[in-house]
C-alpha cells in the first residue's frame, strides 16, 4: 500500500518530487563539491537579487567584483517591514503576490511573500529531512500542529482528505493540552499506526510524559519522531524517546527561511549548503536562502543562535555541522480550569499585526494574561475586541500594556510567552 500511495502521491505532486530528486542528487556531493556549488549559488543569488530587487540594487550598487560575504550588509527584520515590497522581485506584483506571516518565535511578526514554488520547495525538503530516518514517501506520517493557521485548508497541513490519504500524512491540530486531547491524541497513534510522528517540542514532550505515566504502548510501526518550531532539551528528548521508543531527531528552519538543518541518525545536526548559507557572528545566526528568487533574504538575521562546527560526522552526509543555542524556549499558559494553553494560540491572536516590533504575553495571576507590546501603532479596537473574545473563551482576561522596549532574558534572547505561575 505504501508503495502504491508514493506512486500515487508523486503523480499528484510532480514538481515536489522533482525538486526532492534534486535536494538528493546533492548528498552525493563531496564535501568539497558540495562547498564549491554552494559558493556558485551564492554568487547568482547576489547577482540576481541586484539585478531583479529594488532594495538590492540600492543595497549592492557600490558592491566591488572580488566581494566575500563579510562584505554584504546584513538584513534585519526591520529592514523587511519596512522594505517588504522593495524586496519582492521584478515582474511580480505586490498587491497581488501571497503574503505569508511568521508566527513571531522571536517575539516580532513578520510578512513576507511566497508562491507555489516555494511552498513545493519547502515540502520536498521536509520530505528529504524525513528520509534522514529511514523513511520513504508512501509511508505514514502525523503532524501534531499548533500553528491554526497551517492546520486550515490552503495551510501547510491542511490539506483534503483524499489528499492526506494518498500523501499517508495527518495533521491533528493541537493548539491546547488538555488530559482528553493528550488520550485521544495517543489513542489516535496506536490506531494510525504511523512511521513518524512529528510537531512541536513542548507538545509531544507533553504527549510522551502522558504516555509514560498512562503506559499506553506505542505501535512498532515508529522510527522517528522529528520535533521542530521550538527549542529541544535534553529532557524532552529523554521523554519522547522513552515514550515512542524510537530516535528523535530535531529540525531546524523558520516560515521564511524553511528547511535550514537537520539532525542524522547519528544525533548531529547538518546544514542543507544546497539551500543555505549559514553564518554564526558572536554566536548569532545569519541565514542566506540560496533558491528563493521571489523574495531574496541575504544574511538575513533571524533571531536565533548557534555555532557552526568544524566536525565531520560518522554518517557520511556532506552536510556541515552546527549546533543550536537557546532559542524559542516557551511556556504554557495555565487557564483557571488547570488546561495548559500552547503558546501557539497566543502566536495567532498577533497574526499579520506587523507594525508590532515586540510583543510579550505574561501570566502573573491565575485568571489574567498582559499583553506587553512594542509597537509602533496602537491595535485596533476591533483587533483588541477579537483578542479579548478569544482569550476570554480558555476563561482568562486580557491586558494590554504597551511599552517603548521589551527586555531579554540573561541569555539574551526574547520569550514571547512566559507563564510565572506553577503547573
Avoid at 555541522?321 to 488546561?339: T, V, W
Avoid at 504575553?361 to 499583553?371: D, G, S, W
Amino acid at each position: 500500500m505504501s508503495t502504491l500511495k508514493a506512486w500515487l502521491h508523486r503523480h499528484r505532486q510532480p514538481l515536489r518530487y522533482q525538486l526532492l530528486d534534486g535536494l538528493l542528487a546533492t548528498q552525493a556531493l563531496t564535501p568539497a563539491q558540495l562547498h564549491r556549488k554552494q559558493q556558485d549559488d551564492l554568487r547568482a543569488m547576489v547577482d540576481f537579487a541586484r539585478a531583479n530587487t529594488v532594495y538590492y540594487g540600492e543595497r549592492f550598487a557600490s558592491l566591488p567584483d572580488d566581494w566575500q560575504i563579510g562584505d554584504l550588509p546584513i538584513l534585519t527584520k526591520a529592514d523587511v517591514t519596512a522594505r517588504l515590497p522593495d524586496l519582492l522581485a521584478r515582474n511580480h506584483n505586490p498587491r497581488t503576490t501571497p503574503i505569508g506571516h511568521t508566527g513571531g518565535s522571536t517575539g516580532k511578526p513578520l510578512a513576507f511573500y511566497y508562491n507555489a514554488a516555494k511552498h513545493e520547495l519547502m515540502r520536498a525538503g521536509m520530505m528529504r529531512s524525513y528520509m534522514l530516518s529511514g523513511w520513504r514517501p508512501g509511508q505514514k506520517i502525523l503532524n501534531f500542529w499548533g500553528a491554526r493557521q497551517d492546520t486550515v485548508a490552503g495551510g501547510v497541513f491542511g490539506g483534503e482528505r483524499i489528499g492526506d490519504f494518498i500523501a499517508a500524512e495527518k495533521t491533528l491540530p493541537a493548539h491546547e493540552v488538555s488530559e482528553s486531547n493528550l488520550q485521544d491524541w495517543a489513542r489516535y497513534i496506536q490506531r494510525y499506526h504511523p512511521t513518524l510522528i512529528q510537531g512541536y517540542a513542548s507538545i509531544l514532550a507533553a504527549l510522551a510524559r502522558f504516555v509514560i505515566d498512562q503506559q499506553m504502548p506505542m505501535p512498532a510501526s515508529l522510527i522517528g519522531v522529528y520535533s521542530t518550531a521550538e527549542m529541544l532539551d535534553d529532557t524532552q528528548r529523554r521523554l519522547m524517546e522513552e515514550a515512542f521508543g524510537c530516535k528523535v531527531f530535531n529540525q531546524y528552519g523558520s516560515r521564511e527561511i524553511p528547511n535550514i538543518a537537520c539532525e542524522c541518525r547519528h544525533g548531529r545536526m547538518h546544514v542543507f549548503t544546497d539551500m543555505v548559507w549559514l553564518e554564526s557572528i558572536d554566536g548569532n545566526l545569519l541565514v542566506t536562502s540560496l533558491t528563493n528568487r521571489l523574495m531574496p533574504m541575504i544574511r538575513y538575521e533571524n533571531g536565533d543562535s548557534g555555532e557552526l562546527l568544524d566536525e565531520q560526522c560518522d554518517c557520511g552526509s556532506p552536510f556541515p555541522l552546527m549546533a543550536m543555542g537557546l532559542c524559542r524556549q516557551n511556556d504554557f499558559i495555565i487557564a483557571p480550569d488547570g488546561r495548559r494553553i500552547h503558546p501557539s494560540f497566543f502566536n495567532r491572536l498577533l497574526y499579520g499585526q506587523t507594525q508590532v516590533s515586540q510583543y510579550q504575553f505574561v501570566q502573573e495571576k491565575p485568571q489574567q494574561v498582559v499583553l506587553r507590546l512594542a509597537s509602533a501603532a496602537p491595535l485596533t479596537d476591533a483587533t483588541v475586541a477579537t483578542m479579548q473574545a478569544s482569550i476570554a473563551a480558555a476563561g482568562l482576561e486580557l491586558e494590554i500594556a504597551y511599552l517603548p522596549e521589551i527586555e531579554r532574558t540573561i541569555s539574551g534572547k526574547h520569550r514571547f510567552v512566559i507563564s510565572r505561575l506553577s503547573a
